[in-house]
């Protein structure tokens, strides 16, 4: 519930002395971007699918004016609720999926069909998504199981444990993501869980687990 208003205290923008400019990539967004915080989605407390179409609606509004939405904080089910606002515009959309969990149980985790473990399923049901345009990075210990890794690798789904993180590096497996996500479509979603980073860098999550990606693999992989 107070998740945006933390993000927005936590992330303000700089005032003098300090710069927009980013010492890093020598870049300064807010010179390259015009940004607008778009407010919050006025969702239903206990009413996850009518919260759902509300997200859908707002996310639309700024697609529709050609804006590239930034959706931050939330429930990782309301993945399903933004890429319903992007097949509504785009055909074909390749997705890069970064998180500890596969989150594409037909019924989720807890048998509801729209929770945050069912997603990816949802999204496939849209027919917005081919198998060969997806790939997920950073899974890890225990949930879903082996009968799920199946059901992917039938859809031709890509994946990289964080196992192959250490063996075959970020950049490499950031490269093929990408490849993958731009053949053939029309627009590109990238959903990251905040789970996917090591309980010692981003303790603030539902399913912490050990072995996670570090702050630095994360700000590589995301550039
Ligand atoms: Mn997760």
Known sequence: RYGPRAIRAASTVPSPPYEHFNIETGVDPFGVFRTVDYGDV???PGDVVESHRRMTDKVK???DIDGI???????HSI????VRAFAKKYKNIGMIHIDTHADCAPQGLCGFKYDHGAHIR?????GCLKGKNYTLIGPRGYWPGPDLYKWMADQDFQWFTMLDVEELGIDRIAK????RANDNVDAVYISWDIDT????????TGEPEPNGLTSREGMKLMR
């Open 122 to 126: 949802r999204i496939m049901e849209l």
């Open 61 to 63: 509004e700024v697609l």
């Open 176 to 179: 093929e993501a990408a490849d």
């Open 69 to 75: 939405p930034v959706m931050l904080g939330g429930d």
């Open 79 to 82: 993945t399903f609720a933004n």
């Open 42 to 44: 006025n969702i239903s």
């Open 197 to 204: 980073f090591d309980p010692a860098y981003a303790p603030g």
